[in-house]
């Protein structure tokens, strides 16, 4: 069974409920997945928007949550994980708001998609204090069995 990944808050291409946004509460939405190989040793989350700062002229990829060491035997995390609810042992980097913990949606401009990666890998990686996605990518190198990929979708309402 491939791992997939799912969200109850919202589904595939769809939009991300005001509440996970900078609109709204800012909480992190609710993730579940299946699938996890059973020889991963831990799972890795990244959560990016390869659409700032304009959808139309993008300019960079903008990190919102960095998650490594999740429990492999992890299958969700709840609504809100992201203040005080993350399993035991995940291990959090830094977004671009050289922040650790979630950042939501706050698209400038336009429709912006948010990439939502999970990755099972074959080992525990060692406490690399607050890494970037950047720092986080090279340690997984050579260590990532499977992906799965969730993709949403925001606009700002207010102006």
């Given at each position: ?22 609109e709204g509460a800012d909480t992190s ?89 999970l990755y099972a890998l074959d080992a525990e990686l ?34």
């Amino acid at each position: 069974m491939p791992l997939t990944l799912t969200s109850p808050a919202f589904g595939p291409k769809a939009e991300i409920p005001a509440v996970h946004t900078c609109e709204g509460a800012d909480t992190s939405p609710p993730l579940e997945w299946s699938g996890v190989p059973g020889r991963a040793k831990s799972l890795a989350l990244i959560v990016d928007d390869p659409d700032a700062p304009d959808p139309k002229a993008p300019k960079m990829t903008y990190v919102h949550w960095v998650l490594y060491d999740i429990p492999p035997a992890t299958t969700r995390l709840a609504d809100g994980a992201a203040k005080g609810g993350l399993p035991p042992g995940t291990r959090e980097g830094k977004n671009d708001w050289k922040r650790t913990g979630y950042g939501g949606p706050c698209p400038p401009i336009g429709r912006h998609r948010y990439f939502f990666k999970l990755y099972a890998l074959d080992a525990e990686l060692p406490d690399l204090g607050a890494p970037t996605k950047a720092q986080l990518e090279k340690a997984m190198e050579g260590h990532v069995i499977e992906k799965a990929e969730l993709v949403g979708t925001y606009e700002k309402k207010s102006k």
